[in-house]
């Protein structure tokens, strides 16, 4: 159900879903923006003043990076070697950010067209230590839609 207006909402988890599968144990998000040029148009107004003029300009690609507890699925693994090995046309997908709220319903689609991973890191491996292990996936793309 589509939040009101005025509310808010806390996210409450968040998924991962490219080529129709979802990975639903995103524990973090960052990075995620939508940005362009600014172009600025410097002129005299006809009464001879500077004025600066402010122009929307190109569309700029983003990264986003989501973090996940470490587990067998290797996914991650898969698709960053289609990329480090130069296998563009398979690396390169449509897929989304999903929020959802706390009763697991999506409320938010960030769209990532033809994104593909930059990178992948391993959380640190300590020997004894009690956190949980985690993986980072950077990826790139071109543009962003909002659904």
């Given at each position: 159900m589509p939040l009101p207006d005025l509310d808010s909402t806390v996210g409450a988890s968040f998924g991962l879903e490219f080529d129709s599968v979802v990975i639903k144990q995103i524990t973090e998000v960052s990075g995620l923006k939508m940005e362009q040029d600014v172009i600025e148009l410097k002129q005299n107004t006809a009464d001879g003043r500077y004025a600066i003029k402010k122009l929307p300009g190109r569309p700029k690609a983003g990264e986003?990076?989501?973090?996940?507890?470490?587990?067998?699925?290797?996914?991650?693994?898969?698709?960053?070697?289609?990329?480090?090995?130069?296998?563009?046309?398979?690396?390169?997908?449509?897929?989304?950010?999903?929020?959802?709220?706390?009763?697991?319903?999506?409320?938010?689609?960030?769209?990532?067209?033809?994104?593909?991973?930059?990178?992948?890191?391993?959380?640190?491996?300590?020997?004894?230590?009690?956190?949980?292990?985690?993986?980072?996936?950077?990826?790139?793309?071109?543009?962003?839609?909002?659904?």
């Open positions: 986003v990076t989501v973090t996940r507890g470490l587990t067998e699925d290797n996914s991650f693994e898969r698709w960053i070697k289609d990329s480090r090995f130069g296998r563009m046309p398979m690396a390169r997908r449509n897929g989304a950010v999903i929020v959802y709220d706390h009763e697991g319903v999506p409320i938010k689609r960030y769209k990532l067209i033809n994104a593909w991973p930059k990178s992948l890191e391993i959380g640190t491996l300590k020997a004894g230590d009690t956190s949980v292990l985690t993986e980072k996936l950077a990826i790139t793309y071109e543009s962003m839609e909002v659904d």
